[in-house]
């Protein structure tokens, strides 16, 4: 596991690389509605690059992901791609 937030605050995560190894790179749950932003990063993850619950909205920008966006609430992205550069859609697929 790389990074795990189960508090309802938004977070942010800019220039980073977070490897989440055979797990999940960063992973949000919480009842509550909250926002993670991710931008200009690169997030590894067996399981998923992001994954998060139905309250949760990512929002992700220039970043790499190497693993699925997982995830039960709104997921965008802009300038997002995956491991083998191939630019992925608006709903971070």
Same mark, same amino acid.
């Given at each position: 596991?790389?990074?795990? *937030? *189960?508090?309802?605050?938004?977070? !942010?995560?800019?220039? =980073?690389?977070? /490897?989440?190894?055979?797990? !999940?790179?960063?992973?949000?749950?919480?009842?509550? =509605?909250?926002?993670?932003?991710? !931008? /200009?990063?690169?997030?590894?993850? !067996?399981?998923? $690059?992001?994954? =998060?619950?139905?309250?949760?909205?990512?929002?992700?920008? $220039?970043?790499?992901?190497?693993?699925?966006?997982?995830?039960?609430?709104?997921?965008?992205?802009?300038?997002?791609?995956?491991?083998?550069?191939?630019?992925?859609? =608006?709903?971070? /697929?």
């Amino acid at each position: 596991m790389g990074i795990f *937030n *189960n508090a309802p605050v938004s977070v !942010t995560v800019r220039d =980073s690389r977070v /490897n989440g190894g055979s797990d !999940t790179a960063i992973q949000s749950s919480s009842l509550n =509605s909250f926002t993670v932003k991710i !931008t /200009n990063s690169v997030l590894t993850g !067996t399981t998923a $690059a992001v994954q =998060s619950d139905a309250g949760v909205t990512n929002l992700i920008s $220039a970043t790499q992901l190497s693993g699925i966006v997982s995830a039960a609430g709104t997921s965008k992205c802009v300038g997002a791609y995956d491991a083998k550069f191939t630019a992925l859609g =608006s709903a971070c /697929n």
